[in-house]
C-alpha cells in the first residue's frame, strides 16, 4: 500500500474516510497514528525516523501534522518512496501515509488547532497554511481554514477538543456548523506511560460525534523522540 502518488487527493480523502469510520480506542497508537511531530515543526523525530518506528511498530497507517508545513510529511514521503525500492518483498510492512498538518484558526474566540488531511499539497487555498506560521485576519477564521480544508478535497478534524478555554460541547458544536468533518476521540489528555485515550474526555467527545455524526480519529501528538508517547 504506502504511498499512492497516481491517486488523486479526491480517492485518497475517501479512504481515509473510510479509515476513519473503524478507528476505535483500540486503533491508536499501534495500528493508526494520525497526529505527530517532526523536527520540521516542534518535535525531536527526523521524518525519517517516524516512518522507521512506523514500520517497525507495524502501522497500517499515519500522517504527520507539523504546524503550518508539509516539510516533514514531503520527507517522510521520499524516505518511505527508497524504503520501498529497496524493500520490495516487505510490500506488505509498508505503512499508507497521508498527508497532514495541523493549523491554527480561531472559533468562538478561542484558538484551536485543526488537522488536515489528504488534501492537494499544490493547492492554492493551502498555500497560506504552509508557511510555517499561523495566519491572521479573515484566513485564521475556523470557516476558512475548513473551507480551504475542503477545496483541496481534504477532510478537517478539530483536535484534542477537551484542551481548550471553551468546553468541547461548545467547541464541537461550532465546528460541525462550519462543516468540520471528524473530531480527535481519542487523545491522551494526561500524557500516561503507557499511551492510552483519556477516558472521560473521550467518553464526551465520541457522544458530541455521535449526536452531530463526525469521523473519529486518533492520535499521539508525538513530540518527543517515540510514537508511542506525546512527550
Same mark, same amino acid.
Given at each position: 500500500?504506502? %504511498?499512492?502518488?497516481?491517486? *488523486?487527493? /479526491?480517492?485518497?480523502?475517501?479512504?481515509?474516510?473510510? %479509515?476513519?469510520?473503524?478507528?476505535?480506542?483500540?486503533?491508536?497508537?499501534?495500528?493508526? =497514528?494520525?497526529?505527530?511531530? *517532526? %523536527?520540521?515543526? @516542534?518535535?525531536?523525530?527526523?521524518? $525519517?525516523?517516524?516512518?522507521?518506528?512506523?514500520?517497525?511498530?507495524?502501522?497500517?497507517?499515519?500522517?504527520?501534522?507539523?504546524?503550518?508545513?508539509?516539510?516533514?510529511?514531503?520527507?517522510?514521503?521520499?524516505?518511505?518512496?527508497?524504503?520501498?525500492?529497496?524493500?520490495?518483498?516487505?510490500? @506488505?510492512?509498508?505503512?499508507?501515509?497521508?498527508?497532514?498538518? $495541523?493549523? =491554527?484558526?480561531?472559533?468562538?474566540?478561542?484558538?484551536?488547532?485543526?488537522?488536515?488531511?489528504?488534501?492537494? *499539497?499544490?493547492?492554492?487555498?493551502?498555500?497560506?497554511?504552509?508557511?510555517?506560521?499561523?495566519?491572521?485576519?479573515?484566513?485564521?477564521?475556523?470557516?476558512? %481554514?475548513?473551507?480551504?480544508?475542503?477545496?483541496?478535497?481534504?477532510?478537517?478534524?478539530?483536535?484534542?477538543?477537551?484542551?481548550?478555554?471553551?468546553?468541547?460541547?461548545?467547541?464541537?458544536?461550532?465546528? =460541525?456548523?462550519?462543516?468540520?468533518?471528524?473530531?480527535?476521540?481519542?487523545?491522551?489528555?494526561?500524557?500516561? =506511560?503507557?499511551?492510552?485515550?483519556? /477516558?472521560?474526555?473521550?467518553?464526551?467527545?465520541?457522544?458530541?460525534? &455521535?449526536?452531530?455524526?463526525?469521523?473519529?480519529?486518533?492520535?499521539? @501528538?508525538?513530540?518527543?523522540? /517515540?510514537?508511542? &508517547?506525546?512527550?
Amino acid at each position: 500500500m504506502a %504511498v499512492y502518488c497516481a491517486q *488523486t487527493s /479526491s480517492s485518497l480523502s475517501q479512504r481515509l474516510q473510510r %479509515v476513519f469510520q473503524t478507528i476505535d480506542a483500540e486503533s491508536c497508537p499501534l495500528a493508526f =497514528n494520525f497526529h505527530m511531530h *517532526t %523536527v520540521y515543526s @516542534d518535535g525531536r523525530l527526523q521524518p $525519517e525516523e517516524a516512518i522507521e518506528q512506523a514500520i517497525s511498530l507495524g502501522l497500517q497507517g499515519l500522517a504527520i501534522t507539523d504546524h503550518h508545513t508539509i516539510g516533514g510529511y514531503r520527507a517522510a514521503q521520499r524516505y518511505l518512496a527508497q524504503w520501498q525500492l529497496h524493500h520490495p518483498d516487505l510490500e @506488505d510492512c509498508v505503512p499508507q501515509l497521508w498527508s497532514g498538518v $495541523e493549523i =491554527n484558526a480561531g472559533l468562538l474566540n478561542t484558538e484551536v488547532h485543526i488537522l488536515a488531511y489528504a488534501f492537494d *499539497t499544490q493547492h492554492a487555498r493551502m498555500q497560506p497554511y504552509l508557511q510555517r506560521h499561523a495566519v491572521t485576519g479573515e484566513a485564521y477564521l475556523a470557516a476558512s %481554514v475548513i473551507g480551504a480544508i475542503h477545496e483541496a478535497g481534504g477532510l478537517a478534524v478539530l483536535a484534542h477538543p477537551a484542551r481548550y478555554k471553551r468546553s468541547p460541547c461548545d467547541l464541537i458544536s461550532a465546528a =460541525n456548523q462550519l462543516g468540520i468533518d471528524g473530531v480527535e476521540t481519542y487523545y491522551a489528555y494526561n500524557n500516561p =506511560n503507557p499511551w492510552r485515550p483519556s /477516558s472521560k474526555e473521550t467518553q464526551q467527545v465520541h457522544h458530541l460525534a &455521535q449526536k452531530y455524526h463526525l469521523l473519529n480519529t486518533c492520535g499521539t @501528538d508525538t513530540h518527543g523522540r /517515540s510514537l508511542l &508517547q506525546r512527550l
